[in-house]
């Protein structure tokens, strides 16, 4: 039978997997893991975003349903932990770089419009139940939560 990519496998291939592990390697990026790699850790993010994936429970449901689609990727199953640590303990840098190497490939005018989309999005949480009585019933936050959108364009937070 001849060999297809998956459409997850066509949307990578721009990313050259020896710059990728260069990378990794200059950020020390698979110190604390020995079987999640930063790679696999690249795939399931793009396949997050691009399932829709709203929690790491329907993420790794979905992500394992057809895992023997993902042996070409050198992807295996997934577990929600594994994720939720790596995500907690990779450096950012690794994928912040890989996005700008993406981003150079561009054209000027497909970057242009992408500088134009780009917002960042802080959402931080200000407890308040030791000063004020309505925020201990507040939920899990009990107090209020911050949102802050940066936008690039301006330089000025909105």
């Known amino acids: 039978m001849r060999f297809t990519s998956s459409i997850l496998g066509k949307l990578v291939e721009p990313i050259n997997r020896r710059r990728f592990q260069s990378i990794v390697d ?7 893991d020995k079987s999640f790699k930063s ?4 795939m399931v993010l793009i396949y997050a975003q691009f399932s829709g994936a709203a929690s790491l ?8 349903a ?3 689609h993902h ?9 929600r932990s594994t994720v939720s640590d790596a995500g907690r303990r990779r450096p950012v840098a690794v994928f912040a770089e890989t996005f700008g190497l ?8 497909t970057r242009h419009e992408g500088t134009a989309m780009l917002r960042l999005i802080d959402s931080t949480p200000i407890p308040l ?7 201990k019933s507040n939920g899990r936050i009990r107090g209020m939560k911050m949102h802050v959108v ?6 000025c937070p909105r």
């Open 150 to 155: 940066y936008d690039p364009n301006t330089d």
């Open 57 to 64: 429970r329907s993420l790794e449901a979905g992500w394992n």
């Open 39 to 42: 790679w696999d850790h690249l």
């Open 129 to 135: 139940g030791k000063c004020c009585d309505w925020a």
């Open 102 to 109: 993406l981003a150079n490939q561009l054209d000027r005018h």
């Open 26 to 32: 200059s950020h020390d990026g698979d110190a604390y």
């Open 66 to 68: 057809s895992s023997q």
């Open 71 to 79: 042996y070409h990727l050198g992807s295996d199953l997934l577990r």
